[in-house]
């Protein structure tokens, strides 16, 4: 089994360290696909240092930018690299423009899912993270709900 992890923000690469040292431990295959929607070192680099993490298989660099144009160069990105990799899951963590666009492409792709932190609701639609929560929850086969109320 091969697994890609899409990260690109601060909040993804610490939660989604214990799922990179845990693939390391069970000698999984894995790779991480880093859209660089977060790219200073302050919220960035620091963490794969301070955390111990390999550096990124992939670096889409994409920065800064409105909702939209963010989202598709994430988007175009990620499939490009899942069609070349073919890896059997994609995991994503969270709310961002990231999750959403990992989502997306992988959905697409016909690759698994594993949506962790999924189920959690603000229930403000105004909320552009609301929409990608449940955008990524939809498409994904694997919900990984962090709390009993997020479970339902």
Do not use: W
Not at 14 to 24: D, G, V
Not at 40 to 62: C, G, H, R, T, W
């Amino acid at each position: 089994m091969k697994i890609a992890i899409i990260l690109g923000t601060r909040p993804e690469i610490i939660k989604m360290s214990p799922i990179i040292r845990e693939c390391e431990k069970q000698g999984i295959e894995y790779y991480i696909l880093h859209t660089g929607q977060h790219y200073s070192y302050e919220m960035d680099k620091i963490f794969f240092e301070q955390l111990k993490l390999p550096q990124a298989k992939y670096n889409l660099d994409v920065g800064s930018g409105l909702h939209g144009k963010q989202t598709a160069k994430m988007l175009a990105g990620i499939e490009e690299i899942l069609i070349k990799d073919r890896p059997d899951v994609v995991l994503v963590q969270g709310d961002t423009n990231t999750v959403l666009a990992g989502a997306l492409a992988a959905s697409k792709l016909q690759i698994k899912i594993g949506h962790v932190e999924a189920g959690l609701r603000s229930f403000d639609r105004t909320m552009p993270e609301e929409t990608n929560r449940i955008i990524a929850d939809h498409t994904s086969d694997y919900l990984f709900a962090p709390t009993e109320t997020s479970n339902t």
